[in-house]
């Protein structure tokens, strides 16, 4: 009795490992204003005028650019406040994550 053998539930890891990062892409779409696109990018992404102009085109031409990179809660946190901006001004503006390789 009470001699259930369990394997533990937790891996054990080197502590140099690093989090997995996540990249924050923003997607193209045909109705969303190249000025909002680049207002959401400096807003939420702390982009300058610049750069965020750099990455509308980019994917505005290519279809897809990656934003930036973070952690996976902020890095989800940071496309639902991107795509939620768009939506409240019933543009179909996307920002999606994944992992980093
Ligand atoms: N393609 C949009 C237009 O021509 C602009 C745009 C660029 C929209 C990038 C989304 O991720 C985007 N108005």
Redesign the pocket.
């Known amino acids: 009795m009470n001699d259930i053998v369990t394997r533990p539930r937790t891996k054990v890891r080197l502590a140099t490992e690093r989090p997995r990062l996540y990249k924050v892409i923003?997607?193209?779409?045909?109705?969303?204003?190249?000025a909002f696109?680049v207002t959401v990018l400096k807003a939420e992404f702390r982009m300058g005028e610049e750069q965020a102009q750099r990455v509308?085109?980019t994917?505005?031409q290519r279809g897809?650019?990656v934003v930036a990179v973070y952690t996976k809660d902020v890095a989800e946190a940071k496309a639902t406040r991107g795509t939620e901006a768009g939506r409240a001004k019933g543009y179909p503006?996307?920002f999606t994550t994944e992992p980093e390789e």
Do not use: F, Q, S
């Open positions: 923003l997607i193209n779409d045909d109705y969303t204003p190249r696109v509308m085109m994917a505005h897809a650019c503006l996307l």
